[in-house]
């Protein structure tokens, strides 16, 4: 064949080629609408502090604001107070206290300044506010644009037409801003933490100019019917809410790219009207898609996130232009053989694992103090958060819940079903909103939270209340905005539930609806301490069944280093009810009593506040770790359980699995050795032993060593198990029998190797010879159960026999960008266990531990003669970019501090 022909044909190709690429390219018209935040410059001041006494002047351009105080936007008016220094750290010791929560009975006022071209004139310009606290007066360039009867709810959001009130050049903004009044619905914190001395209020979410041609799209949302067989097709449902905000009818498509295809179709709207456009497989084949990768929790396999955008194009033009993800993932739920509630998604069973989730008491979290929680969450091998409220003060959170695979449940704070929070009566069995206008405002609430969020894969279910239920009409009106606007997820009336039926001690009532009947739900304690025993063996209340939506085991006492943090030093020691009590819960729970004298009980007394935080570890470590592992090793007749809580509002001594510092407690690494994905569990009250498949994949020849060691550190037993367990599984494998040489205390070490003969877990128990013993009856005779007192408690005062050991330390340090990781090998060559030795990271130039920091194990026992290898990794910047110190400390040896090589 001739090669010039070849050549002209390889030239034509390439050409056709290069013709129809350029053809098919998809060019974007550029977008006639733009969202500017308002964020900057923005300043506060009490209005009992400006003289000015006409209004109107304080929102012109020439007003002075020199003598008003930096504001942070959005926050609260006490936490920019906080992060400028105008009040001392109210965080630490009983600073709270001393600012005057008068100040803020008062109106505030905020202001700030932003710009508008000439081009913008032309244009539909729009405030929007996402959230203020609680209600407000709205100036704009020395005209009042909103009064505080209509500007008002805090979880209302709101946007008002400004034209008429802007100009070109600078304009000025000002809000009059009033704190929520008594029996108003407001953010709250309950009886987790003191109150904030303003109530929160403030502009506490996002603000924007809004500038487009009248239409606007809200809420794009893509939610899924998945092929549970295949687990690669599925049917999606896209929808969008498009405003029209001009005085005419306007015609266009509305068109949604969601990646995997497009759809779009003719829509007319009316004038002022908010149009819901929904797309279904029904209408446009290309909603079935195949072989897509699913959206799944952390544990289950990947969150595999797509990007959505949706367009609205009239005339040639495209007016307005939003982009967000989207997650594959079909969730459902059911009442089990035995009424507790279930969910499974994408078709498989979930066993949710999670904690409570607070934001900051003053609002400040930023993403990157939200982002070190997100991977402290999956580093316990946790799968969920519940949010007792609609946190955060904006998408950031639940952003990260989407890209790490955390599941979210999501509703109404208790806070409003109190009298003695809500500060108004309230219904003994729907809370606070009885009345027409309270219901009519939650539903408000509900429509604008649900909009705002319903695009995010991770929120897995919708709490209508938290310990009471909706009354029967305004339940009716939630299930009407479900209906037109997210089908996709499953509601639950409360977070109770279960235990109420029958109207027992529980609640004063039962907690079953009139339309949804029975939650599934159950909310039955503990909330004090609570002894391992108890998880196991208890089936009437908080024990390991059914769906735990708040319980722990008391609380969880921090580290060292972080009531250095809180406390001042002259307050440290002893324990007092000043400084230390302070940092409790509130009511029932300002008392660290019941927890202290557990530990005295069974570790002995403590004589100084270092002796007091690490035993309190031990403490935290052995109470959490049996409350998860009963849930793990009862599955499926257990299927939730939410840790309360897994966070803390500021610097507490409660309800915690990490502080405020950022510090993990002992009870951090029980939960993450109770979730490990293979796992080996002993169960207290039956002496046997069950094995948990959490991973993704079936477990064949797996072997389970069984050993047991007396306080002298002498194997006194020895045993194996050699069998298959299949994934998302736990069964029982053996039972203990009788085992000669058992001292006062003794431990028992489970092994898990796989067929290869690799260790793939590795947990041990310390146990007491003499039993916890639970004193049911007297919990009955408690207004509200909310824990189970003892009668006995287990002695480890025996723990203080054990000599001293020295160990040995090999490590070394590298970066990669701006991580650090440490590989640290700990060898134990004495013939005497070291029990629970704990690990910290030091930044070099304060000595203060490096956080976060995430260790692949800690508070760690190491048995006689025996060597392990641990890692930890932590952000450089954390440790002044400098190689950090390592500090060990356990039982039985003493603190050593080393350089890392």
Same mark, same amino acid.
């Given at each position: 064949m001739n090669s010039d022909y070849i050549l002209k044909n390889i030239v034509f190709v390439f050409l056709a080629g290069v013709l129809f690429t350029t053809a098919c390219k998809k060019t974007e018209r550029p977008v006639l609408s733009e969202v500017r935040p308002i964020t900057e410059d923005w300043k506060m001041q009490s209005s009992e502090k400006i003289s000015e006494t006409d209004e109107t002047r304080i929102s012109q351009n020439n007003f002075s604001t020199a003598e008003w105080l930096e504001a942070v936007v959005p926050g609260t008016v006490l936490g920019s107070m906080a992060t400028h220094g105008v009040i001392e750290d109210p965080y630490f010791g009983i600073n709270m206290q001393q600012v005057d929560k008068e100040q803020f009975k008062k109106p505030w006022w905020y202001r700030t300044t932003f710009r508008i071209n000439s081009t913008d004139l032309d244009k539909n310009i729009s405030l929007r506010f996402n959230g203020i606290n609680y209600r407000a007066d709205l100036w704009i360039n020395g005209k009042k644009v909103a009064g505080k009867n209509e500007f008002a709810g805090t979880f209302r959001m709101f946007t008002f037409n400004i034209n008429k009130w802007v100009k070109e050049g600078q304009n000025t903004i000002a809000l009059k801003i009033w704190q929520h009044a008594d029996g108003e619905y407001s953010i709250g914190f309950v009886d987790w933490n003191p109150l904030p001395r303003d109530r929160n209020m403030g502009i506490f979410r996002e603000v924007f100019l809004e500038i487009n041609s009248g239409i606007k799209i809200r809420s794009p949302f893509v939610w899924s019917k998945v092929n549970t067989e295949t687990l690669k097709d599925a049917d999606l449902f896209v929808q969008a809410e498009v405003e029209n905000n001009t005085k005419n009818v306007v015609e266009g498509i509305l068109r949604a790219d969601f990646e995997l295809g497009v759809v779009e179709k003719k829509v007319k709207i009316a004038p002022g009207e908010i149009l819901s456009c929904r797309f279904t497989p029904e209408e446009f084949s290309q909603l079935s898609v195949k072989d897509v990768k699913l959206w799944w929790p952390n544990g289950m396999g990947d969150p595999n996130l797509y990007p959505l955008k949706v367009e609205f194009l009239s005339e040639g033009k495209t007016l307005d232009r939003v982009e967000n993800n989207y997650g594959i993932r079909e969730i459902d739920s059911y009442l089990d053989e035995n009424k507790n509630r279930a969910f499974t998604i994408n078709g498989k069973f979930v066993l949710i694992k999670g904690g409570g989730w607070v934001d900051d008491l003053l609002l400040q979290d930023t993403r990157e103090s939200i982002e070190a929680q997100m991977k402290y969450i999956r580093h316990m091998n946790l799968n969920a958060i519940r949010c007792e409220g609609f946190w955060g003060k904006d998408q950031t959170l639940y952003d990260l819940c989407d890209e790490y695979g955390i599941l979210v449940m999501i509703g109404w704070n208790c806070h409003w079903e109190w009298e003695e929070y809500l500060l108004k009566p309230t219904h003994e069995k729907y809370g606070g909103a009885v009345s027409e206008e309270d219901k009519n405002l939650m539903a408000a609430y509900w429509k604008d939270q649900?909009?705002?969020?319903?695009?995010h894969p991770g929120i897995f279910v919708w709490m209508l209340g938290s310990d009471k239920l909706p009354a029967p009409d305004l339940e009716r009106k939630y299930i009407e905005l479900f209906e037109k606007y997210d089908p996709s997820r499953p509601y639950i009336t409360s977070a109770g539930g279960a235990g109420t039926e029958d109207n027992n001690i529980v609640a004063e009532v039962p907690l079953v609806s009139d339309i949804s009947g029975p939650t599934g739900m159950k909310m039955l304690g503990p909330y004090a301490y609570t002894p391992p025993v108890y998880w196991f063996t208890d089936t009437q209340l908080g024990g390991g069944y059914g769906f735990n939506t708040e319980t722990c085991p008391g609380p969880n006492i921090m580290p060292l280093a972080s009531l250095k943090k809180m406390l001042p030093e002259e307050s440290l020691w002893p324990i007092d009810t000043t400084y230390w009590e302070y940092h409790t819960g509130r009511n029932a729970f300002k008392t660290l009593s019941r927890f202290r004298k557990a530990l005295d009980a069974r570790y002995g007394k403590s004589n100084s506040v270092e002796e007091f935080a690490f035993k309190s570890q031990v403490s935290n470590y052995e109470l959490m770790r049996p409350m998860f592992e009963a849930f793990v090793a009862h599955k499926p007749k257990s299927t939730g359980l939410i840790q309360w809580m897994l966070n803390s509002a500021w610097p507490e001594l409660y309800w915690q699995l990490y502080d405020t510092y950022l510090q993990p407690n002992g009870s951090f690494y029980g939960v993450r050795k109770a979730c490990h994905p293979i796992h080996a569990i002993y169960r207290y009250g039956f002496h046997d032993i069950y094995l948990a498949n959490e991973d993704l994949q079936d477990a064949e020849n797996v072997t389970v060593i069984i050993r047991a060691f007396d306080i002298h550190s002498k194997e006194i037993f020895t045993d194996s198990w050699t069998g298959n367990i299949a994934t998302n599984t736990s069964k029982f494998i053996y039972k203990l029998p009788e085992i000669n040489g058992l001292t006062s205390v003794w431990f028992l070490d489970l092994r898990v190797l796989d067929e290869n003969n690799n260790e793939v877990d590795n947990n041990i128990y310390w146990l007491s010879r003499k039993p916890d013993v639970l004193d049911y009856e007297a919990a009955k005779k408690l207004e509200w159960p909310f824990y189970t007192p003892l009668k006995g408690y287990a002695d480890f005062t025996a723990l203080d026999q054990l000599p001293k050991v020295k160990l040995e330390y090999d490590f070394n340090f590298e970066t990669e960008g701006d991580k650090g990781k440490v590989t640290l090998?700990?060898?134990? *060559?004495?013939? !005497?266990?070291?029990? %629970? !030795?704990?690990? $910290?990271?030091?930044? *070099?130039? !304060?000595?203060?531990?490096?956080? *976060?920091? %995430?260790?692949? $194990?800690?508070?760690? !026992?190491?048995l006689p003669e025996e060597g392990r290898t641990y890692t930890a990794t932590f952000d450089m910047k954390n440790a002044n970019g400098e190689k950090p110190l390592l500090k060990v400390k356990a039982w039985n040896a003493d603190p050593v501090v080393l350089e890392i090589e």
């Open positions: 649900m909009l705002w969020l319903r695009n090998h700990v060898k134990n *060559p004495n013939t !005497t266990l070291a029990f %629970f !030795t704990f690990f $910290d990271l030091l930044n *070099p130039a !304060t000595n203060e531990p490096v956080l *976060p920091v %995430f260790w692949s $194990d800690n508070y760690i !026992t190491l």
